[in-house]
């Protein structure tokens, strides 16, 4: 059975900071991966899609790499913004569920103070 | 594309009546999926469709719990007779399958059941 994990639950940096944001998976055998960020009282927000083919994804200040042998994946986040405050919360999709049933991390709660 | 819209935003019942979720996935999109999220256990997976069948009810949780999707442009998830356990926020979302493309979820449909 698949877990993916993410570590810490919550972080805290001043602005200007580069954010590291890790989720960890127990099956390497995943189609994609995603991160996505929710803010409070709202719905999730696809930020990057990693294809189990590709090591990286880069969206602006956002890139996120992936080791699926290892079965890692990190979220950087470049020179942080007091915008950048949220949950960040990754998900797999397995080879067996070509469907889209993802599987997510907890998240990691993230505060960026000014 | 006005985006995964799902009503209503804020629903507050007394234990025992009947609630009904209602969610507009993007068009062309052909499978959408119905989550609830907690504090206690984040994020849970309850029912899927594709092409507006249900492919896996696996994760609703119990029979009081019943989902509908008649056409390709709306789903309904139904809680008869809602209990107080039941309070979480209620989140559909939609993508393309298969192919695993990103999802995207729509703002939620927060639950309070006294």
């Known amino acids: 059975k698949q877990e993916v994990t993410q570590i810490p639950a919550a972080l805290s940096v001043p602005e200007g900071e580069n954010l590291v944001l890790n989720c960890s998976f127990t099956d390497s055998a995943i189609y994609n991966l995603q991160w996505f960020r929710q803010d409070p009282g709202k719905g999730l927000t696809s930020l990057l899609l990693?294809?189990?083919?590709?090591r990286e994804q880069t969206s602006g200040r956002l890139n996120a790499s992936l080791d699926k042998s290892s079965g890692r994946s990190t979220l950087y986040i470049a020179a942080s913004q007091p915008g950048d405050s949220a949950t960040y919360l990754c998900a797999v999709l397995m080879t067996t569920d070509s469907w889209g049933k993802l599987q997510f991390g907890a998240g990691t709660q993230v505060v960026v103070t000014p | 594309d006005a985006g995964v819209i799902q009503s209503p935003r804020h629903e507050v019942t007394e234990m025992g009546q009947e609630v009904t979720l209602r969610c507009k996935p993007i068009s062309g999109h052909n499978s959408l999926f119905w989550y609830r999220q907690t504090m206690m256990r984040g994020l849970e997976l309850l029912i899927y469709f594709n092409n507006n069948v249900p492919i896996d009810d696996s994760g609703m949780p119990e029979d009081r719990f019943s989902a509908k999707m008649p056409n390709a442009s709306f789903s309904t998830l139904k809680i008869q007779p809602s209990e107080p356990r039941d309070s979480a926020v209620y989140f559909c979302a939609s993508t393309t399958t298969p192919g695993g493309g990103e999802l995207f979820f729509g703002e939620g449909s927060r639950l309070t059941v006294l």
């Open positions: 990693i294809q189990s083919s590709q």
